[in-house]
């Protein structure tokens, strides 16, 4: 695997949450005037002398529609985005069942943390801990006051100090690389997609099973029809966004964790003992019951079903991280 320097990669995740700033405003506004534009070329036109129904698109009132909706979706996106961006904390915590560790109750898990971030000049970030008998960990947070690294109770029974200070180690390097801020404002932007498209495929269930047939039986076919596409044009606009953010998010995690599990070697000074961590783990991932996928990304192993076959491509397409047998070979030749 190629080196890349702390700094490389720090600056590499700047601009890549920049970039993710950019783009996920774009594709949601881009959905919204493709959404204006197929309701133009469907409620336009005009009937032909045949008595055929020609449909037109008119460009000027679709974006005449798009620049009087732009401030609203803009505005309600951005709030949106602040308010989920700065509760963070509380979010990862209740998705997770995560509660803060005293020192008093594991002082082993604060004196490896301490060392660990002594070692490498950082400050501490806060300790958190979840009653599981499984094994899992994962760091997050956007800054020094938000920073945490979370780890399951199962973890700290059976892992060696060793193999938790590898693990720990991987969880600073998140934080150090600033991976968790990219990470957390791709969990956030989609997020906001797929509330969207839940809130329009809720609409349309509502208008199928409530307001269709008394639509029909008080404007004609015509109305319900027209409703009908008008709502699944907004579906398929929302699912390609979220197909669109998903494929992002994914592709950009993957890529963060070969660096993090160098960087967790680096710390602890036993890339070995991480391996023995990464396999002990993977014959047992906690946090299985976490119902929020975006969430569940964070984690330093997210096992997935896709394994064998054309699956394969599915899975590496669509996996948050990469293969865990894999990481652990390239920790083993160190």
Known sequence: MKY????????????LSVLLLLMFPCIILGMVWIFLLILNYLTGGYVDQYGEVVHEI????????FLTA??????AVGIWFLIAYFSNTSMVRAATHARPLERRENPRVYNIVENLCMTCGMDMPMVNVVDD???????????KKSYTVTVTTGMLDLLTDEELAGVIG???????????????????FVGIVSTIMSIVVRM?????????SSDRRSNG???GVSMWVIMIVGVVCCAIAYLFTLLTRFAI????????????????GNPLALASALRKISGNPGLQDVEREDVAQLFIVHEQGFTSGIQTVFYHMFSTHPDTQRRIEILEQF
């Open 170 to 188: 991987h969880e600073l390097t998140h934080i150090r690389n600033h991976d968790t801020r990219l990470l957390i404002t791709s969990i956030v």
């Open 70 to 75: 732009l401030p609203w979706v803009v505005g």
């Open 58 to 65: 008119n460009i000027d009132t679709v974006n005449y529609y």
């Open 253 to 268: 995690s993957r890529k963060r964790e070969y660096m993090a599990d160098a960087g967790g070697a680096e710390l602890c």
């Open 204 to 212: 349309l269930f509502n208008y199928f099973i409530y307001g269709g």
């Open 221 to 223: 076919k015509g109305g």
């Open 4 to 15: 890349v320097g702390l700094q490389t990669q720090i600056d590499r995740n700047n601009r």
């Open 133 to 143: 008998p499984q094994l899992n960990a994962f760091a997050s947070g956007i800054d």
